[in-house]
């Protein structure tokens, strides 16, 4: 199995997303889109009223790709759910990896230039899919009550460290 390209590769965000303009129109569109990691948007308990809410904010512009965003709803989620269980906070992801990252496999080594087509067809194949985070966009937001407070900051603060852009952490209360 090929290994993932490292992502400082992708990280950066550009104006707007690449796409191929071509005067065919059948090339100007990506053929196939990659599976997403992410299981679930929604966990807890939907249905309930808390007292506080919690944004994890993006500080810069970036891009998370998906499996990130499944690793940091993993390790917030099992903090949340083996301490106050499964009905005693509601996290949602708020952010979908539309952005399809593209790579041109080239190969390298003897024999090579008989395999590659170089340059000449560079659009690349679907290898990834990222989220196009905005600076002060939500990536997950939490409801919990006042009591587990500390509790939602330190599951928000090991989904920061999952993700590759610095994480900030904003408290709002629920007026009722």
Do not use: W
């Amino acid at each position: 199995m090929a290994r993932l390209r490292k992502f400082c590769a992708y990280r950066k965000l550009e104006k707007r997303p690449y796409t191929r303009i071509s005067k065919y129109r059948e090339k100007s569109y990506i053929k196939a889109t990659p599976n997403l990691t992410i299981v679930k948007f929604d966990m807890g308990n939907a249905t309930k009223e808390f007292d506080c809410s919690l944004e994890l904010k993006s500080r810069i512009d970036c891009q998370i790709r998906h499996n990130a965003l499944e690793s940091a709803r993993q390790s917030s989620n099992r903090l949340l759910e083996n301490t106050l269980g499964k009905s005693g906070y509601y996290m949602r992801i708020k952010t979908y990896p539309f952005h399809i990252l593209r790579e041109n496999p080239l190969a390298a080594g003897a024999g090579a230039d008989r395999m590659s087509t170089g340059m000449q067809h560079a659009f690349g194949n679907p290898i990834s899919s990222a989220a196009r985070i905005k600076k002060g966009q939500t990536i997950v937001m939490l409801k919990v009550n006042k009591a587990n407070i500390d509790l939602g900051k330190t599951a928000l603060k090991r989904a920061g460290a999952k993700l590759p852009c610095g994480c900030m952490i904003v408290i709002n209360e629920v007026k009722k």
